[in-house]
């Protein structure tokens, strides 16, 4: 059975640091692009961060490059990390990581070429 399972959200002040954790079991998700996403209240879920099986390449959206950091383990079961700095009240949503396919480096931040997901981690930024 597949399971992405996010952990290490919270509230945090605005300018601080959070690091999200998935644990993913089930398949062999080495071979796969990963990455995150958020949900804001209200708004639709957007591309945060992507990161390819090996983790030798990365992608972000604009508004969180250079603060947040994606990154993998792949030594024995599959973690991906998002470690997230310098953070906005904006950046408060719920935080999901998904696993893609062959074909989802090709457009990274396309939802639907992302086959399995968690089931979210809330991050809240106070002012």
């Known amino acids: 059975q597949v399971q992405l399972v996010e952990s290490g959200g919270g509230l945090v002040q605005a300018g601080g640091s959070l690091r999200l954790s998935c644990a993913a079991s089930g398949r062999t998700f080495s071979s796969y692009v990963m990455g995150w996403f958020r949900q804001a209240p209200g708004k639709e879920r957007e591309f945060v961060a992507a990161i390819t099986g090996s983790g030798s390449s990365t992608y972000y959206a604009d508004s969180v490059k250079g603060r947040f950091t994606i990154s993998r383990d792949n030594a024995k079961n599959t973690t991906l990390y998002l470690q997230m700095s310098t953070l906005k009240p904006e950046d408060t949503a719920v935080y999901y990581c998904?696993?893609?396919?062959?074909?989802?480096?090709?457009?990274?931040?396309?939802?639907?070429?992302?086959?399995?997901w968690g089931q979210g981690t809330q991050v809240t930024v106070s002012s």
């Open positions: 998904a696993s893609g396919g062959s074909s989802t480096w090709y457009n990274p931040i396309r939802q639907s070429l992302y086959r399995y």
